[in-house]
């Protein structure tokens, strides 16, 4: 009795530290799967916004290109209306000084007064001209410095959209494996009963009556 008591206390030890270990390692398993389906889910939403941030970009910077290029359209024309309009003006100017110089000569103006007057429709004449050079080489800078701003904001609207997308996203680190536990060695088992073996005996031998 006292052998089968203390084989059934070495065997039901060693039976619940098994138990324990495998509920350990149960645990520690369902936690590191917990956490690696964690990190999936979070590498998915990441990707998924990222995949998102590529579609805007590429949305703006088409936008940003259509406009650039109405812009530039809009200043062109503008140059454009200016260089007509000044065509209009020497053509209305040069058809005054023809009027000018066909009045004096209906006026019979002859001699250093005649002289004098042409010289003097003639230099109105060429300051007009002069200054609506000026003003089509100013408008010409202009539109130039125009394009050239343009260029620039486009080029700064660019970065600023790329800026949103050029990090891709990086997945979290892999979260360290669990060290499953080894559980209770069968050696503390065969050493338990062993003892329960030598227990009952010496207990078995206590209960012999002894010779004198």
Do not use: C, H
């Not at 053509?91 to 004096?104: H, P, R, V």
């Not at 007057?117 to 089509?136: P, W, Y």
């Amino acid at each position: 009795m006292s052998f089968a008591s203390s084989a059934m206390g070495a065997w039901g030890n060693y039976s619940s530290q098994q138990q324990q270990t495998r509920a350990a390692n149960k645990a520690a398993m369902e936690e590191y799967k917990y956490k690696l389906k964690i990190r999936s889910d979070r590498w998915d939403r990441s990707l998924a916004t990222y995949r998102n941030q590529l579609v805007d970009y590429q949305l703006e910077r088409g936008e940003q290109d259509a406009a650039y290029s109405r812009a530039l359209e809009a200043n062109q024309y503008n140059l454009n209306q200016t260089y007509k309009q000044a065509s209009f003006a020497d053509q209305e100017a040069a058809i005054k000084l023809a009027d000018s110089q066909g009045k004096l000569q209906a006026r019979n103006v002859s001699g250093r007064t005649a002289d004098r007057l042409n010289t003097a429709v003639a230099s109105q004449f060429g300051r007009n001209q002069a200054m609506q050079t000026e003003s089509l080489l100013g408008a010409s800078y202009q539109s130039k410095m125009q394009s050239r701003n343009l260029r620039e904001q486009l080029k700064s609207s660019a970065r600023q959209s790329y800026s949103k997308i050029m990090t891709p996203p990086v997945p979290d680190s892999a979260p360290l494996a669990p060290t499953m536990q080894s559980g209770p060695s069968s050696m503390g088992l065969y050493t338990g009963l062993l003892g329960a073996g030598i227990s009952g005996y010496q207990t078995y031998d206590s209960l012999l009556p002894k010779l004198d």
